[in-house]
């Protein structure tokens, strides 16, 4: 059972401050690291990996520094956002090389059993170069695992995968979670982290601003009021009908055509909207959010 | 102290790009121009001080070392790829002993082992010229590397300040002022040859002060260097 703690940490380049006087324990199991881009979710897992010194305060992995310390390696697997690799080498040859760096005793068995856990193995004897992006990904989370490290970090892994391989990916990352390694990742998408962490961390512009299980995560951002846009082909109908849910605080209609909505609680309304439009027989053509961009609801959580 | 696996993936990433190429160019431009210099006036001290020397310690020597040694640490830490070296157990001097292994390495194949070939044509009457030259070339292309690979730690432009470095601190200072000789690495390694060959390519520097000079440079090189590693600020695109 493996603990990272930040202790009170703040990190400024120049005169720009990336982190500022964060707090926070990532224990065993899954937690999100969410935020907007720019937020200084790398900056944090930088920090967490030894790749940057605090400028004050401290990070630590079960009382041990990360920042020079080269042993602490052997506890935590990294996989970094940025994409390049060993172009060079084939997939299997990186990872190997990477259990060879790790000391392991046998470095082929543990790199295949890496290769298999990500289902690369058909496709690592070629070369890096020619991986695509969730690939790459892929074979990067390989040599993360190989020395099957209790502390996994992954900045930003979803980012360029295909759905299926976003499913896996998550799967991989919640079987890690159970097994009771510790597994903090990335991402500025709230979807993804809710699928699959069991505690986020909210950081935006470099201070922690939230923390708690999704429902409770969910729930500072769900109970704020959200507004959409509906084109149905029955408008006035419909936004009576919406009127007499408690989900719905308010609904204009637009003279252009289209429903102005305001609904209190974004989870209730989201099941509401479609069993009511079909119960009462009025197609909707469409749903969109108008103040739904992931700033303006970091912008509401900053600000409660 | 040196790992295996990061001298197999220095060497990899050298011949992998188009470095690696220049790395052939560089001792076939001065073999060809050896055998001409030969065939064109015969065994002459004069010609072979001027190619060996002019060409081969001053530009070839330090060419290689720069190719090489930025070859193998800079583009990695250029796109951030080190970090897969940076997160694991192993001691930093090991990474920079190890990476400077693999360019000393090409320094012995592609200049310290094409001087001597060169010196053995070109006066195959005095073998200790050719003996002369590669011990030099291997004493200033090691000094180099390890100056390289300080400068590649230091700088993301760490080509261009080496070639600046080269140009105007050895080349153009060098030729002007007379007591650059004590802080430069190429006159160090004029001075092995001189003593071994017999020539006085520089005049008035104590043998003993160049190969303290070079120690001094090859050992401090790579230490500063794995202390600018272990505190090595690496971040993200963000």
């Known amino acids: 059972m493996s603990e990272i703690r930040i202790d009170h940490v703040s990190r400024w380049f120049r005169n720009v401050v990336a982190v500022n006087d964060v707090t926070m324990t990532i224990g065993p199991g899954v937690t999100g690291l969410l935020g907007p881009n720019g937020a200084g979710k790398s900056t944090l897992i930088a920090l967490m990996s030894g790749f940057l010194a605090p400028s004050a305060g401290s990070v630590t992995l079960d009382g041990a520094p990360l920042w020079r310390n080269e042993q602490v390696y052997r506890q935590v697997g990294l996989v970094p956002e940025r994409e390049a690799l060993f172009d060079y080498l084939t997939g299997r040859e990186f990872v190997v090389a990477n259990a060879e760096l790790q000391g392991l005793p046998d470095p082929g068995a543990a790199a295949q059993r890496a290769i298999a856990l990500i289902e690369m193995t058909d496709a690592q004897d070629r070369e890096i170069s020619t991986y695509s992006k969730g690939m790459r990904q892929r074979i990067k989370m390989a040599s993360a695992l190989v020395h099957d490290p209790p502390v996994l970090l992954l900045d930003e892994p979803f980012n360029g995968m295909d759905p299926r391989q976003r499913i896996h990916l998550m799967e991989l990352i919640r079987a890690m979670g159970a097994e009771g390694r510790t597994v903090l990742f990335s991402s500025h998408i709230l979807e993804e982290v809710e699928q699959v962490a069991r505690q986020i961390e909210v950081v935006v512009a470099g201070r922690h601003a939230a923390s708690g299980d999704f429902g409770a995560i969910r729930r500072l951002m769900t109970d704020r009021p959200n507004r959409f846009v509906l084109r149905t082909a029955d408008d006035r109908r419909l936004a009576s009908v919406l009127l007499t849910d408690p989900s719905v605080r308010g609904a204009r209609l637009r003279a252009e055509g289209g429903i102005e909505l305001e609904a209190a609680d974004f989870g209730r309304f989201s099941e509401v909207l479609p069993r009511l439009a079909r119960e009462h027989g009025v197609r909707l053509l469409e749903v969109t959010p108008t103040d739904e961009s992931l700033e303006s609801v970091f912008s509401y959580l900053v600000s409660s | ?238």
């Open chain 2, 1 to 238: 102290m040196i790992s295996r696996t990061i001298v197999r993936l220095g060497v990899r990433s050298i011949f992998g790009r188009w470095r690696g190429v220049l790395l052939f160019v560089l001792p076939l431009v001065l073999l060809g121009l050896c055998v001409l210099a030969r065939a064109l006036v015969g065994q002459s001290e004069e010609a072979s001080r001027h190619t060996l020397y002019g060409l081969g310690l001053v530009v070839v020597v330090p060419l290689v070392a720069l190719l090489a040694t930025s070859g193998v640490l800079a583009p990695e830490i250029d796109d951030g790829s080190i970090s897969y070296l940076l997160a694991k157990p192993i001691p930093r001097s090991t990474i920079v002993v190890s990476k400077l292994v693999v360019a000393v390495g090409c320094v012995v194949a592609f200049a310290a082992l094409p001087l001597l070939l060169a010196g053995l044509v070109l006066r195959t009457d005095d073998p200790s010229v050719a003996v002369g030259f590669a011990l030099g070339a291997l004493l200033g292309g090691t000094a180099y590397c390890a100056l390289f690979a300080l400068l590649s730690v230091l700088t993301r432009h760490a080509v261009v300040v080496g070639l600046v470095y080269l140009l105007v601190w050895e080349g153009l200072l060098g030729g002007l002022l007379d007591g650059v000789r004590w802080l430069s690495v190429t006159r160090w390694s004029a001075e092995v040859a001189d003593r071994v060959a017999g020539l006085t390519l520089v005049a008035d520097l104590p043998l003993a002060y160049a190969l303290v000079a070079g120690a001094v440079v090859i050992v401090g090189g790579a230490w500063l260097t794995g202390q600018m590693l272990r505190s090595f600020n690496l971040t993200g695109d963000e």
